[in-house]
């Protein structure tokens, strides 16, 4: 069973960095696509990143490319949502999100659409203030 645990998330002023990281337990982590969510108050959630583990293939959102990046540590099973030059309306729950690689393809993936994604984390706040 796909297990997800986010951690990283804080509060920073307009400009500031932070990294959230999603520790993937439970399966073979190869084998999986991972990708980041997030979800303001009275707000849909919406797609933020998503890497295809291992292949060196990413995707990220218009709101954020240029300023987020999307990583993975083999070693720790972990991916990381690098966040830089923050903005207010980067405040939201922040989710961690997973999905087998034999039922989907990176075509599919890379739309960020959550209901692609079977496996979810508990979530962690980022708050980005003036």
């Known amino acids: 069973q796909v297990h997800l645990v986010e951690s990283g998330g804080g509060s920073v002023q307009t400009g500031g960095s932070l990294r959230l990281a999603c520790a993937v337990s439970?399966?073979?982590?190869?084998?999986?696509?991972v990708g980041w969510f997030r979800q303001a108050p009275g707000n849909q959630r919406e797609g933020v990143a998503a890497?295809?583990?291992?292949?060196?293939?990413?995707a990220l959102a218009d709101s954020v490319k240029g300023r987020f990046t999307i990583s993975q540590d083999n070693s720790k099973s972990t991916v990381y949502l690098q966040m830089s030059s923050l903005k207010p309306e980067d405040t939201a729950m922040y989710y961690c999100?997973?999905?087998?690689?034999?039922?989907?393809?990176?075509?599919?993936?890379?739309?960020?659409?959550?209901?692609?994604?079977?496996?979810w984390g508990q979530g962690t706040q980022v708050s980005v203030s003036l």
């Open positions: 999100a997973a999905q087998s690689r034999l039922s989907l393809s990176w075509t599919t993936v890379r739309r960020l659409d959550e209901l692609d994604f079977s496996y």
């Open positions: 439970g399966v073979t982590f190869n084998d999986y696509f």
């Open positions: 890497l295809r583990i291992n292949c060196g293939v990413t």
